[in-house]
Nanobody
Framework: QVQLVESGGGLVQAGGSLRLSCAAS????????MGWFRQAPGKEREVVAT????????DYADSVKGRFTISRDNAKNAVYLQMNSLKPEDTAVYYC????????????????WGQGTQVTVSS
């Protein structure tokens, strides 16, 4: 089992920045690929970014490329999402997720999920 807890969400004005954190506990964190997903009201969940167990980012959503950066620190059992130049359309609940070994852009491939953190971007 892997337990995931997100933090760092909040209310920010358009153009601002936020850094989301996801703290993991349980099994060996470095065995897991990680992903950030988001779900806005009335919309389906979508991938934001994923990262391999070794720290190589993969699967950035086109809408966040150049603005968001995913990273991880295996020594701290944590994964991060730096979000810059935020837009109102980034408003959503953001979730981190874990799956063993390989990344995937499909949320259904992930076994473990956090409870989510709300990000609201005002115009």
């Amino acid at each position: 089992q892997v337990q995931l807890v997100e933090s760092g969400g909040g209310l920010v004005q358009a153009g601002g920045s936020l850094r989301l954190s996801c703290a993991a506990s349980g099994r060996t964190f470095s065995n897991y690929a990680m992903g950030w997903f988001r779900q806005a009201p009335g919309k389906e969940r979508e991938v934001v970014a994923t990262i391999t167990w070794s720290g190589r980012p993969t699967d950035y959503a086109d809408s966040v490329k150049g603005r968001f950066t995913i990273s991880r620190d295996n020594a701290k059992n944590a994964v991060y999402l730096q979000m810059n130049s935020l837009k109102p359309e980034d408003t959503a609940v953001y979730y981190c997720a874990a799956r063993e070994y390989q990344t995937s852009k499909w949320g259904t491939d992930y076994n473990y999920w956090g409870q989510g953190t709300q990000v609201t971007v005002s115009s």
